[in-house]
């Protein structure tokens, strides 16, 4: 079973049984069930330590969706978008000089 830590910041699982365990590209780490289900039960102060990859997408899309329907949060991402667009506008030219007039004599 693949678990994800919900700290972010283990880097290599140590079990006396099935020793040390690295995680994938994604950051999930590929357990023994009899270990996943250890870890998957445990938490620390109320908070799980281990989730599914399931549980993950469920908490980010919850999240992300809470994030959106914040006014404040939206008036921040688009102020962000404003001062982007700002800054990455060419500055504007200089006006061009008006073409000489022609005397009389056609020069």
């Known amino acids: 079973m693949r678990l994800y830590s919900r700290t972010g910041d283990v880097s290599v699982v140590t079990h006396p049984v099935h020793g040390k365990i690295k995680p994938a590209a994604d950051g999930g780490f590929d357990l023994p069930d009899d270990l996943a289900g250890l870890l998957h039960g445990s938490a620390h102060g109320g908070v ?3 989730e599914t990859a399931i549980e993950r997408q469920n908490r980010v899309i919850s999240e992300e969706h809470a994030r959106r329907q914040s006014p404040e ?3 921040e991402a688009v102020s962000r978008l404003v001062a982007a667009a700002e800054a990455d506008a060419p500055a504007p030219a200089a006006p061009k000089a008006a073409p ?3 005397t009389a004599d056609g020069k």
């Open 73 to 75: 949060a939206l008036y």
């Open 48 to 50: 799980r330590q281990w």
């Open 100 to 102: 000489a007039a022609k």
